[in-house]
T-cell receptor, first 112, second 115 residues
Framework: DSGVTQTPKHLITATGQRVTLRCSPR?????VYWYQQSLDQGLQFLIQ???????AKGNILERFSAQQFPDLHSELNLSSLELGDSALYFC???????????FGQGTRLTVV | GESVGLHLPTLSVQEGDNSIINCAYSNSASDYFIWYKQESGKGPQFIIDIRSNMDKRQGQRVTVLLNKTVKHLSLQIAATQPGDSAVYFC??????????????FGKGTHLIIQP
C-alpha cells in the first residue's frame, strides 16, 4: 500500500459527460501529480500541484482541469469526454525534496 | 520532442538468472532517472533512482547504471524471482522550486520469468 488513495477505482460514463476523480496523498506530502496511462500513449504526466498551487502542466487537455484543496487532497475533472479519454488515471504524491513519487492504484475510466 | 524510451517491449528470463532492462533517453538536462515497476492492476512502484552526476547505484538485488555519453540507462536485477514479473519503466525528472517535477516515462518493458 503506497498510502495514496484514489476513488473511484472504476468509472464508466458516456461521451460528452463530465467526471471527477479524487486523490488523497500520503500524509505530509505536499506535491500531488496526475498521470494518464493508455495503451497507445503510455504513462503521461498531466499536471502537478504543490501545497494548493498549480506548479507544472504536462500533456493535459484543455477539457481537463485539476485542483488541490487546503487539506491537500486533489481532484481531476474531465469534461466533454471522448472515447479516447478511456484510460487509467493515476495520482501520485511526493515528499518535498524527494525524487520518489508514490502512486495510487489508479482510476480506470471507460468512456462508452 | 524529448522522450525516454526502452529498447525491448518484452524480456523473458529464467528464474534465478540476472535480468538487464535497458532504456535510452534524450533529455540530457534531466536531474535524475528512476526505475519503476508496475504489476498488473497496480500503480507504478518506485524501485531505485540515480542522480545525473552518478554512474552507478546499487540497491537490494538491483543495480542501475547511467551512461551519459550515450544517454543510456539500465536496470540489472540479480537472481530474478517470480515476484519480479512486471512491466518496468524508466523515467526522468528534474527539480525546480524545491520539489520534484512531473516525470517523463518510457514505454515499458514487460519482464517475464520462466520457471
Amino acid at each position: 500500500d503506497s498510502g495514496v488513495t484514489q476513488t473511484p477505482k472504476h468509472l464508466i460514463t458516456a461521451t460528452g459527460q463530465r467526471v471527477t476523480l479524487r486523490c488523497s496523498p500520503r500524509s505530509g506530502d505536499l506535491s500531488v501529480y496526475w498521470y494518464q496511462q493508455s495503451l497507445d500513449q503510455g504513462l503521461q504526466f498531466l499536471i502537478q500541484y504543490y501545497n494548493g498551487e498549480e506548479r507544472a502542466k504536462g500533456n493535459i487537455l484543455e477539457r481537463f482541469s485539476a485542483q488541490q484543496f487546503p487539506d491537500l487532497h486533489s481532484e481531476l475533472n474531465l469534461s466533454s469526454l471522448e472515447l479516447g479519454d478511456s484510460a487509467l488515471y493515476f495520482c501520485a504524491s511526493s515528499p518535498t525534496g524527494s525524487t520518489e513519487a508514490f502512486f495510487g492504484q489508479g482510476t480506470r475510466l471507460t468512456v462508452v | 520532442g524529448e522522450s525516454v524510451g526502452l529498447h525491448l517491449p518484452t524480456l523473458s528470463v529464467q528464474e534465478g538468472d540476472n535480468s538487464i532492462i535497458n532504456c535510452a533517453y534524450s533529455n540530457s538536462a534531466s536531474d535524475y532517472f528512476i526505475w519503476y515497476k508496475q504489476e498488473s492492476g497496480k500503480g507504478p512502484q518506485f524501485i531505485i533512482d540515480i542522480r545525473s552526476n552518478m554512474d552507478k547505484r546499487q540497491g537490494q538485488r538491483v543495480t542501475v547504471l547511467l551512461n551519459k555519453t550515450v544517454k543510456h540507462l539500465s536496470l540489472q536485477i540479480a537472481a530474478t524471482q517470480p515476484g519480479d514479473s512486471a512491466v518496468y519503466f524508466c523515467a526522468e525528472g528534474g527539480y525546480s522550486g524545491g520539489g520534484a517535477d512531473g516525470l517523463t516515462f518510457g514505454k515499458g518493458t514487460h519482464l517475464i520469468i520462466q520457471p
